[in-house]
């Protein structure tokens, strides 16, 4: 038999009976959520890029041949050293981030390195290539080494033209700032198009491989003596599913999406060294932090889905000339070619924001945007943290993958 009182009182205990069973929930729900969601965001106050043509802000035009128009139509609406219609992948990481887009080290004109500075170009290897521009068929001078030595230069110079003070003081980013970055990679697929377009064979550039990725890492090092501490480290694209592939090897067994199946495997084979070296660089530098980021994936899957994503065309050059992908190496984006005596422009397709390729090698604005928002999540990272919290180590085991 329940008293008057108790009767009183019954509200004022199940609503008590409720919050005590609300906080019970709320801590266990805590408790077996993901570590990522327990950590504090990064503050980055500068980026520093190393790689090649995918991030380029501006290194190889201001050293040997900048792009024309149409480069640049889609966002700047004019060329300004990026090889794509607009945006890059490195552009969105900055803009994500509060931070300007990089001005590139090589360009003397209206730079600005107070939040970072980019050491990409254009054909940037990790081994010293064999051809270097103004070389036909070579490559970037600037290689790994070589955008390390920049970055040496960089840090110890930009400390003595802020003591001075002046006018471009303000332009250089302060000291503290070297250790509080994030350094960004993404170079190593122009190591494997070397070895392509070489005449070696499959076979031949897959066992190059071990050779390539030590010197990666031995770079990666000496950043992280200069004060270095986060790391975020794309893997190459799926270069079997590009034109300037497919064109060059049309004989090349194709897979479902109709990529070159050895050409991207040999990208697969660079991938799992790559991450197996990183795997390696948080034992050896335990106080960084390392992301592993799957590019190759993201990549691969517009090319395999095009249509689930809104892009059409996926192997086709949006910017190019002839054949069955819109590519031809000798009349390429931005220039003027003669056929049966007429003057014709190689310029850009219709809509660039429904494409994935911009000129048979670089990604239009609208695929690197996507890659970008797919890899930010953290949902292709090792550990799988987004992009604002990368400062954190995967020290903490429950945050990496299996």
Sequence with gaps: MISISTMDDYPARVAISLFCSYILLLRITCSTVSPALALEDCEFPAIFNFGDSNSDTGGLAASFYPPSTPFGETYFHMPVGRFSDGRLIVDFLAKSLSRPYLSAYLDSLGTNFSHGAN???????????????????????????????????????????RQRGGIYASLMPEEEYFSKALYTFDIGQNDLGEGIFGNKTIQEVSASVPDIIPGFSANIKKIY?????????????????LPYVLVRFPAADKDEAGCAKAYNEVCQHFNQELKQ?????????????????????????????????????????CCGYGGKYNYNSSAGCGTTITVNGSQIFVGSC??????????????????????????????????????KQACHSSRNKNLEKN
């Design 119 to 161: 050491f990409a170009t254009w054909a940037s290897t990790i081994r010293l290539p064999h051809l270097i521009l103004p070389l036909a068929d070579g490559y970037s001078p600037f290689y790994l080494d070589i955008q390390y030595l920049q970055f040496l230069q960089l840090k110890s110079r930009s400390q003595l033209i």
């Design 225 to 241: 003596d200069l004060g270095a501490r986060t790391f975020w480290i794309h893997n190459t694209g799926p270069i079997g599913c």
């Design 277 to 317: 070296a990183i795997v390696q660089l948080r034992k050896d530098l335990p106080l960084a932090a390392f992301t592993s980021v799957d590019v190759y994936s993201v990549k691969y899957s517009l090319f395999k889905e095009p249509q689930k994503y809104g892009f059409e065309l996926p192997l086709v050059s």
């Design 350 to 387: 219709e809509n660039p924001s429904t494409r994935l390729n911009w000129d048979g090698i670089h990604y239009t604005e609208a695929a690197a945007k996507f890659v970008f928002d797919k890899i930010s999540t953290g949902a292709y990272s090792d550990p799988p943290l987004p992009l």
